[in-house]
C-alpha cells in the first residue's frame, strides 16, 4: 500500500487497520494461551509497564498487535482504566515472599544462603539451531536437590541494620489506602519516594536501562554493588467486606537493592520493583533511585529527567505522533526557507552584475 496524502478519511482509515489485522491472521484462546507458555518473560515485562498484572490479557495484547510491546502496553493500560478498583492489598514483606531467586553481590554468606533459580546467568548463550532441522530442544529435568532451598528468606537490609551497616528504617504513618497513586494523581517535582518508585515500577525497560547504564557509566555518583536480588511470587493479601483476611492468589514480582556509597556512617540503598520477572528493569531502576539525590538538575539520572523520559506510554505516543500529518506546520518551514532565499537573490546578483562590467585586465 504506498503511502500518499492520505484521502478517503474513515474508509482509508479502516481499510489500513484491515491490512494490519490481516497480516496477523486469526486470533484465538490458542494463539493466546501459546504466547503466554512460551514467552514468559516478554509477558512479564508488558504487565509491569502497563502495571496491571494478568498473565492472560497480557499475552491477549501482545497477539493483537504483532508484539509491539508499546502498543501492547497501551491496549492493557487502556483496558485497566475501565475496571474498578475493589480493594486495596496489604502491604508485601520482604521476608514473606515465596522466593525462587535471591543472590547478593555484596556478600558471599548471606543469611539463608545464595539462591540462584531460574537464570541464564552462568550458561553459554548458544542458538539451538538443531530444532529448524527438526530435532526438538527439550530442556534436561531439575534434580529435586536444586528445588530444596526454604520458600521464605530473611531481607538482607534488615540483617545489615543488626550489623549496623543500614540505618535503621522509618516506620510510615501512611496507611496502605493513603498512600498516593500515580494512576490517579499527577507526578509532580520534586516526587516523593512513592511516586518515584511507582515510576519505576511501570517505566519502559529500555529506557531505565539505557538512563541506568548513564549512571553506572558516570553521569551520575553510582557504580553499584547488587546487595539483594529476588525473584519471587507475593500473596495479594485483602480484607473482605466482613472483615476477614484472605489470600486472593499469587503475583511474580522482581526486586532489587543496590549500593554504592555510604552516608553519615551507613550504607546508601537504591530499591526498586516491579510486577513479573525482568532483573535487568529492576537493577537499573534502583541504581536511578539510589542516584536520585544527589543528581544535578539537567543530568539524564535527574529524577525529572528520567521519569518524565521512561514513561513509555507518553514517550512512544509522542514519537509515534509525527508519522501524521503535519503539512501545514511543515509548509510553513518551507515558506520561511523560499521567503529568506528570496531576500538573498537580489543581494548576491550585485556584486555579479558589477563583475560583468569591469574591464578585462
Known amino acids: 500500500m504506498a503511502y500518499v496524502a492520505t484521502r478517503g478519511g474513515e474508509t482509508a482509515i479502516e481499510q489500513a487497520e484491515r491490512l494490519f489485522r490481516q497480516d496477523l491472521g486469526t486470533i484465538d484462546a490458542a494463539r493466546v494461551q501459546a504466547i503466554g507458555q512460551t514467552m514468559p518473560y516478554l509477558v512479564d515485562r508488558v504487565m509491569g509497564e502497563a502495571s496491571l498484572y494478568s498473565e492472560e490479557l497480557a499475552a491477549l495484547a501482545l497477539a493483537q498487535t504483532g508484539g509491539e510491546l508499546a502498543e501492547a502496553v497501551l491496549v492493557l493500560r487502556a483496558w485497566r482504566t475501565t475496571q474498578p478498583r475493589i480493594a486495596i492489598a496489604r502491604p508485601v514483606r520482604q521476608h514473606e515472599l515465596l522466593t525462587q531467586r535471591r543472590i547478593s553481590a555484596a556478600f558471599k554468606d548471606i543469611p539463608g544462603g545464595q539462591i540462584l533459580g531460574p537464570t541464564l546467568d552462568y550458561s553459554h548463550r548458544v542458538l539451538a539451531t538443531d530444532v529448524l532441522e527438526g530435532k526438538p530442544y527439550a530442556p534436561p529435568a531439575v534434580d529435586a536437590a536444586a528445588r530444596a532451598a526454604p520458600a521464605h528468606q530473611p531481607s538482607l537490609a534488615?540483617?545489615?541494620?543488626?550489623?549496623?551497616?543500614?540505618?535503621?528504617?522509618?516506620?510510615?504513618?501512611?496507611?496502605?489506602?493513603?498512600?498516593?497513586?500515580?494512576?490517579?494523581?499527577?507526578?509532580?517535582?520534586?516526587?516523593?519516594?512513592?511516586?518515584?518508585?511507582?515510576?519505576?515500577?511501570?517505566?519502559?525497560?529500555?529506557?531505565?536501562?539505557?538512563?541506568?547504564?548513564?549512571?553506572?557509566?558516570?553521569?551520575?555518583?553510582?557504580?553499584?554493588?547488587?546487595?539483594?536480588?529476588?525473584?519471587?511470587?507475593?500473596?495479594?493479601?485483602?480484607?473482605?467486606?466482613?472483615?476477614?483476611?484472605?489470600?486472593?492468589?499469587?503475583v511474580r514480582v522482581s526486586q532489587a537493592e543496590v549500593t554504592s556509597k555510604e552516608k553519615g556512617g551507613y550504607l546508601e540503598l537504591g530499591f526498586a520493583a516491579t510486577f513479573g520477572w525482568n532483573e535487568v528493569k529492576v537493577i537499573a531502576a534502583a541504581t536511578l533511585d539510589l542516584n536520585s539525590a544527589e543528581a544535578p538538575v539537567g543530568s539524564?539520572?535527574?529524577?525529572?529527567?528520567?521519569?518524565?523520559?521512561?514513561?513509555?506510554?507518553?514517550?512512544?505516543?509522542?514519537?509515534?505522533?509525527?508519522?501524521?500529518?503535519?503539512?501545514?506546520?511543515?509548509?510553513?518551514?518551507?515558506?520561511?526557507?523560499?521567503?529568506?532565499?528570496?531576500?538573498?537573490?537580489?543581494?548576491?546578483?550585485?556584486?555579479?552584475?558589477?563583475?560583468?562590467?569591469?574591464p578585462a585586465e
Open 158 to 250: 534488615d540483617w545489615q541494620r543488626h550489623q549496623g551497616l543500614v540505618s535503621a528504617a522509618k516506620a510510615s504513618d501512611l496507611a496502605p489506602e493513603d498512600i498516593p497513586d500515580l494512576t490517579r494523581e499527577p507526578l509532580l517535582f520534586p516526587a516523593s519516594r512513592a511516586h518515584r518508585l511507582q515510576s519505576l515500577a511501570r517505566a519502559e525497560t529500555g529506557g531505565v536501562l539505557a538512563l541506568g547504564y548513564s549512571a553506572m557509566r558516570g553521569y551520575g555518583n553510582a557504580h553499584p554493588t547488587v546487595n539483594e536480588l529476588r525473584l519471587a511470587e507475593a500473596e495479594v493479601v485483602v480484607r473482605h467486606p466482613a472483615g476477614t483476611q484472605f489470600s486472593a492468589g499469587r
Open 300 to 358: 539524564p539520572v535527574h529524577e525529572e529527567f528520567y521519569l518524565y523520559h521512561t514513561e513509555s506510554v507518553e514517550a512512544s505516543g509522542f514519537c509515534i505522533h509525527f508519522k501524521l500529518p503535519h503539512y501545514v506546520t511543515f509548509q510553513s518551514v518551507l515558506d520561511a526557507m523560499r521567503d529568506a532565499k528570496a531576500k538573498q537573490a537580489p543581494a548576491s546578483a550585485a556584486p555579479a552584475a558589477t563583475r560583468q562590467t569591469e
